[in-house]
């Protein structure tokens, strides 16, 4: 996965060489929550520097379409054009500071269920390999060429300091630090510490993998509670509450004659809000999808 901020085209380097003014005016700790975050991202910057390039950006996109907006308007001779324009660049780039604000979280949230969704299926993978006898360093290496994701990154980052020379037990731990998913973090502390014991390595896989396909189920059963009442919901909202609407509007738009405009805009605003409620059902189940699936 890459790292991408919104609404801009250049490399975050350059950004953060641009945005140099704007950090006199950001009071951000050196060890914030947003730091931390951008850690775990493997950027090499600050939460200082990271929220100067969102102002930065917030400046820039106000000015932008102040000038755009207050200049459409002006020709189009729209009245109060300039107050117009300053309601519609504020909230524009209130809009673009936001997004790339939170968008850390939402990367880490988004590598975190990448990680997780594959993570099951990797040690799997490292199981059998270690029974037939193929030594942990080329497992490593196997698991980070393999489709595993922003899991075989990590694998990748983890064959590449063990080539540097850093012991592998330092390595593992050095990258279950920085990793946001919890049980991949469980994972590589339980075979760091299986190596430093000296335990065997195959033993520990497998107790990791059972311990997941533990949490696997308790992840289902929770999936499941919270699905009933999310159904429950989208049958109210999409199909109960419409066919009762319709039926309203018919019976009021024939008692009071409402002429045919009105009735199509009403009709209109209906099947836009069902669309709505579908967009949010989906993304309300996709939120709370287990992560280890």
């Known amino acids: 996965m890459k790292f991408k901020i919104p609404f801009s085209f250049a490399p975050i ?22 730091t931390k975050q951008l850690e775990m991202s493997d950027l090499d910057i600050t939460g200082r520097e990271y929220t100067a390039i969102c102002l930065r950006g917030m400046v820039y996109s106000f000015l932008f379409v102040f000038v755009l907006a207050s ?25 673009v500071f936001f997004s790339r604000r939170v968008y850390p979280k939402v990367f880490i949230t988004r590598k975190q269920r990448e990680i997780e969704g594959n993570i099951l299926s990797a040690l799997q993978d490292v199981l059998v390999q ?19 994701g922003a ?63 533990e949490e696997q189920l308790i992840q289902i059963q929770n999936y499941g509670n919270k699905l009933n009442p999310s159904i429950m919901f989208y049958m109210l909202m999409t199909v109960i509450l419409p066919a009762l609407a319709i039926t309203f509007l ?25 669309v709505f409620a579908q967009f949010m059902f989906l993304g309300v189940i996709k939120s709370i999808r287990p992560s280890l699936l």
């Open 71 to 95: 200049s459409t308007l002006v020709l189009l001779k729209v009245s109060h054009s300039l107050l117009l324009a300053l309601g519609m660049s504020v909230l524009f780039s209130g809009f």
């Open 250 to 274: 018919t019976i009021i738009s024939s008692l009071i004659n409402l002429n045919k405009i009105t009735t199509m805009s009403l009709f209109g605003v209906l099947f836009v809000f069902v």
């Open 151 to 213: 899991l075989s990154e990590e694998f990748k980052k983890i064959v590449r300091k063990i080539n540097a020379g850093i012991p592998q037990s330092d390595v593992l731990e050095e990258i279950a630090e920085k990793n946001p998913s919890l049980f991949f973090r469980r994972a590589l502390w339980q075979i760091s510490n299986g190596m430093r014991a000296g335990s065997d390595i195959s033993i520990v896989i497998k107790d990791s993998i059972k311990s997941l396909n």
């Open 13 to 34: 380097e350059k950004l953060k060489k641009k945005s140099n003014f704007f950090t006199r005016f950001v009071r951000e700790k050196e060890n914030s929550k947003l």
């Open 130 to 148: 270690l029974t037939s006898g193929i030594p942990l360093f080329s497992i490593l290496v196997n698991i980070s060429s393999s489709d595993y």
